[in-house]
């Protein structure tokens, strides 16, 4: 069985979290080379979720850069070999390289234990090398089997939630401040509420709301960028909200499941519900995107609209709402 590590967020570097996309990060980055051409040793880099966002990202960015690339399974995973400099799935290799999300990043970078420091911002490398592509990373899907009044409620609360945490983030702050520190790690990846607010204060993890079928032409390009489709995606896999005047007074029976850090931050005000589930298996949430779901919103990675919707002719769920707008960062360990 897998060991679930819980990283305690101290206060330290941070990144980016508003609810545009194309803010820039204000860390600074280590102007080090990665390894000199007098150098025979290839550096050794360590990515997350093969094949997907983050590994096609990395990939779309710096190319054939790094060819001794490993990989582990999650972000979870990441952060561990943030930490420790080792890769135990692979006899604990020493590592040059590990690909962070946020908020692990700034787990990583505020352990005294750890030897790491910022590398690159891989997302503002993505930005500049596409030409000014958006990042369309984590989105909401939603089952069309469940009442549109009650989707189209929870759509405009989630909106409404989000522009507000990051005009006054004390809002956040003051809406979890009865979770534990445990439960603050798992859910959002910070451990006082504090701190989750000073995140989306300072932008570090590029949480948004735009509705889907507005942006569809970045999410098309985005994910053409990244080979996941070779055209763009059919307008009928898009969700469109009905008329005003058809929502729903409350909607706490909605079935919500979202992968733990960053896409969580969407859902502050609703942790207390028990039909919110916050997985920490980003793979595992993407099975909930089936004919015969028991959730009503799904929030998942954006290619799943082609590499589940799609790819497994599903016909229940529809893209609604992109949320999260990119938050890799490249870590140097042992240097």
């Not at 590590?5 to 330290?12: A, D, E, Q």
């Not at 508003?18 to 280590?30: I, L, M, N």
């Not at 990846?189 to 032409?217: F, H, Q, S």
């Not at 850090?261 to 859902?267: E, N, R, V």
């Amino acid at each position: 069985m897998k060991k679930q590590i819980l990283y305690i967020v101290l206060s330290g570097l941070l990144l980016t979290a508003c609810g545009t996309s194309g803010a820039s990060s204000s860390v600074p980055v280590s102007s080090s080379d990665p390894v000199s051409s007098s150098e025979t040793k290839e550096p050794y880099v360590v990515l997350f979720q093969q094949n997907q966002i983050p590994d096609r990202i990395f990939k779309y960015v710096y190319g054939d850069q790094f060819s001794n690339i490993h990989y582990v399974s999650s972000a979870q995973d990441a952060a561990r070999v943030g930490l420790t400099g080792k890769n135990e799935a692979d006899n604990n290799a020493s590592v040059d390289y590990v690909l962070l999300p946020q908020p692990a990043l700034t787990n990583v970078l505020a352990n005294s234990k750890a030897n790491a420091k910022l590398y690159k911002n891989v997302q503002d490398d993505f930005i500049a090398k596409s030409g000014g592509l958006e990042i369309t990373q984590a989105s909401i899907f939603v089952n069309t089997n469940t009442s549109s009044s009650l989707i189209d409620t929870f759509l405009d609360t989630i909106e409404r939630d989000i522009k507000a945490a990051v005009e006054q983030p004390n809002l956040l702050k003051d809406a979890v401040s009865g979770l534990s520190q445990i439960e603050l790690t798992n859910k959002y990846g910070v451990g006082t509420p504090e701190l989750l607010a000073k995140m989306v204060k300072d932008n570090a993890i590029r949480i948004g709301y735009k509705d889907a079928k507005t942006n569809k032409a970045a999410v098309d390009n985005f994910l053409k960028a990244l080979k996941f489709t070779a055209a763009d995606t059919d307008a009928s896999l898009y969700y469109e909200k009905r008329s005003v005047g058809t929502h729903a007074s409350d909607i706490s029976s909605l079935k919500i499941i979202s992968p733990s850090g960053a896409p969580a931050f969407s859902l502050y005000k609703m942790y207390s519900s028990e039909n919110v589930e916050i997985n920490a298996d980003a793979n595992n949430v993407l099975t909930y995107l089936s004919a015969n779901s028991d959730k009503d919103i799904v929030i998942a990675p954006t290619n799943a609209l082609t590499a589940k919707i799609v790819k497994d002719g599903i016909s229940n769920f529809k893209i609604a709402a992109n949320i999260t707008f990119g938050n890799f960062y490249l870590a140097s360990v042992n240097q």
